[in-house]
């Protein structure tokens, strides 16, 4: 369910702070700040200063402190081991954790989290029913989306064509490739997931903008389902992985801020079509 509260989060199905909650948010601390930075810089050896490297974003610490409060027939103890079931560590992947906050869009955001510290304070308050809290998330991906997915379609059919395996400075095509663009609202750039079926043989799907391709190797019928994850690299034909059919010369893309001029073309299209769609959340860090 959509949050409508403002300064409300919900991770696990749990919601908590906002409006009447029993669980209120004293601070957030992490979400509305530049990640860690990870740097490339190195020393200049026996002379003064650094020699500058590259920066990269590493992962994202979220901290909450909130207090927990009796509601209706429920203690505020109650009410704790409500939330705590919700918020407990897991071994592998990651949940997205929603939220709320007054910023202008007033729109519902999520970053992909997984809880790496639960603390209560236990003092006189605990004893009256006023508990205190903090849980802390991590976030490998630093990026906050927004929460509704964009998705667009593309159709190539009609006509034969043939793709050299071999990247030269222009991509020579015959036919008529599908374009789309792609537009990331948000201030970073964005990795959508790419799904398609056949008929087709060797599909590209370029970034124009990039200039950058992913070529794959293969016949795919129409009964197929083949997808690319462009934010973890991982491809998978009929659930099973295919990394191998990506050829070389290759390159990852992604949906910088702005308009992103997208194509899908292959050789070897017969009716029916071949059909792709996009999916992407719009980023921000």
Known sequence: MPLS?????????????????PYQILSVDGLESIPVIRNQDDNRGYNDGMFTGRD????????????TFGSGINSAAENLNTIQASLLPQSSGTTPLYFLIPDGSNSEQFVNARVRAFRTTIDPNYTYGYITSQVEFFCADPRYYNSTLNTLSLTVGGG??????????????????????VTNTGRTATYPTITFNGPITNPIFGNVTQAKYIFLNGTFVDTDTCIIDLQNQLITLNGNPARNLMLNGSEWWSAQPGANSIFFFGSGIVAPPATASISWYNAFI
Request: charge should be positive.
């Open 5 to 21: 509260t403002a300064y409300s989060f919900s991770f696990n199905g749990q919601v908590f702070g906002g409006g009447t909650s």
């Open 56 to 67: 990269f974003l590493g992962g994202r610490t979220i901290s909450i402190i909130f207090n």
């Open 160 to 181: 034969l064509g043939r793709v050299y395996n071999r990247i030269y400075n222009l991509v020579y095509l015959t036919g008529a490739p599908s374009y789309t663009t």
